[in-house]
């Protein structure tokens, strides 16, 4: 969950990251002897996820979702690499002060109790720092970005109306 955890906390007002070591520890013990330390990371990541829902593009899951199939991932690996995308094109929209998205998409907690959702986040977090289908969403959104700015400065509307 690290790679979520660490990024999510520089966007969010929290006490900061927690550390990689700490991270580590999460990692290699799931059914945790001491909650305390995953329920701290399972709520910062989704505090985060709770800052970005206006930036959740239902456009950009449709398009991870479109890449995932054509892989030929399915079920839990094609949920996960559509909400890794998703989140990360969230962020990187909300960090360069753009607006939020004007078709939004809920992102649902993946279980219902503590380890269940900790080894969903660890799954979402693997494909967000490694999956191509990620990477490529990212550089295709950031395109699509650039696009509809253009518009918008020849008084074109991206959604197709003129202004």
Known sequence: MYPLSATMSKGSPSDGQIPKALAEVIKTSLGAKDDQLLNAMVMQIRDGYLQLRPYLDSRVSSLAM?????????????????????LAV???TKRAGQPPADSTTRVDPGAPDLAGEARWLGRVSRAYARSPIVKQVLEETSKMSWVDEQLTVLGINPGGEAR
């Not at 079920?75 to 995308?85: N, T, W």
């Open 66 to 86: 479109n890449h995932a199939r054509a892989a030929g991932l399915s079920g839990q690996d094609l949920a996960a690499i559509v909400e890794a995308a998703t």
């Open 90 to 92: 969230a962020m990187r």
